[in-house]
């Protein structure tokens, strides 16, 4: 079995770790490098994995997860470049590092992926997009691809594609969480039970979803079906429009998105 590294073991850094035990992978083929000691400490605890310095994790590992923060990527890579031979495969999940960033920091030979995930991997319902680098075979790409399908869905792009993903999909749960919150609040103005409200706004997305992925039926269908005439949803729809939050929506994912390409510059 093939070992993997996860270099930076924050929030994503977990959530890929706990997915790849919860697929069955052996504690054993797994390392971890994190800076912190007592986030190092929890971690060893909670999932039996060892916890090394970068350096020893990039040496002894095939592939091998960068999951630290943007700003921090380019001090990873030199950090474990010297260490770093043809044939091992990195996966950077990092928001806005290019692929370009990541190989002129590193050995030639050495393959590198993109992708964008997202928390939902956490409930193995994540959405993960990849792009190759340069140097990247087949192998290395389908290698990434299996990673990332441990925790859910994976899409194939091309990497020009990959700030609007980060836009869209990755911090996509936030703004889903956002209206949930918004909707809970809403309720409970209006004379609910915070847990009850709160039941009905979950159960409501969780079932929208579902009707989303089930029927494969347009978005717009099913707004529609609920719309009835001179009713209630039309009342509310309209107060949406008023608020612009059809325009609020794009302007926030454009703001993602450039802030992805900023990111890139090391911002
Ligand atoms: N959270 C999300 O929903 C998503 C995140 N991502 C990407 O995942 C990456 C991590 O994000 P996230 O998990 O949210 O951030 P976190 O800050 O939670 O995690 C980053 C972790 O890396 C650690 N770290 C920092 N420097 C080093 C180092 N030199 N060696 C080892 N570990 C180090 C940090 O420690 P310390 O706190 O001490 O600095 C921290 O524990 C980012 O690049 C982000 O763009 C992508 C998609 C979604
Ligand atoms: O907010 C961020 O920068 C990261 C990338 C996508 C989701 N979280």
């Known amino acids: 079995m093939s070992q993997t590294a996860i270099l930076g073991a924050g929030v994503m850094g977990e959530t890929l770790l706990s997915g790849l035990v919860r697929a069955g992978r052996r504690v054993d083929n797994l390392l971890v490098g ?6 190092a400490k929890e971690l060893e605890d ?16 095939d592939t091998i997860a ?10 990873v890579l030199d950090e474990i470049a010297s260490v ?8 950077s999940l990092a928001a806005g590092i290019t692929t370009a960033f990541i190989e002129a920091r590193v050995p030639e ?8 995930p997202n928390t ?5 319902e994540g959405m993960a997009a990849i792009s190759p680098g340069s140097h990247c075979s087949e192998e290395d790409l389908a290698e990434a691809e299996a990673l990332m399908a441990s925790v859910g869905k994976v899409l194939r792009i091309p990497e020009r594609q990959q700030d609007a993903v980060t836009a869209i ?5 936030a703004y889903i969480f956002f209206v949930v919150e918004s909707m809970i609040e809403a309720g409970v103005h209006l004379g609910l039970p915070r847990s009850t409200a709160t039941d009905l706004v979950v159960q409501t997305l969780v079932g929208s ?55 890139a510059e090391g911002s």
């Open 169 to 173: 999909s990755g911090s996509g749960p």
């Open 109 to 116: 030979g050495v393959a590198v992926v993109r992708v964008m």
């Open 66 to 75: 960068l999951v630290v923060k943007p700003q921090d990527m380019g001090d």
């Open 84 to 91: 770093l031979r043809p044939g091992q495969l990195l996966v």
């Open 120 to 124: 939902p991997a956490l409930v193995d």
């Open 46 to 61: 909670r999932y039996g994995v060892a916890v090394v310095s970068n350096v020893e994790a990039a040496q002894k590992s």
């Open 209 to 263: 979803a579902k009707m989303l992925r089930e029927t494969g039926t347009h978005p717009t269908v099913l707004r529609e079906q609920v719309t009835s005439p001179a009713g209630t949803t039309a009342a509310a729809l309209r107060e949406l429009e008023i608020h612009r939050v059809r325009a609020a929506f794009l302007a926030a994912m454009e703001a993602a998105r450039d802030r992805s390409r900023e990111l």
């Open 34 to 39: 994190e800076k912190r000691a007592d986030r």
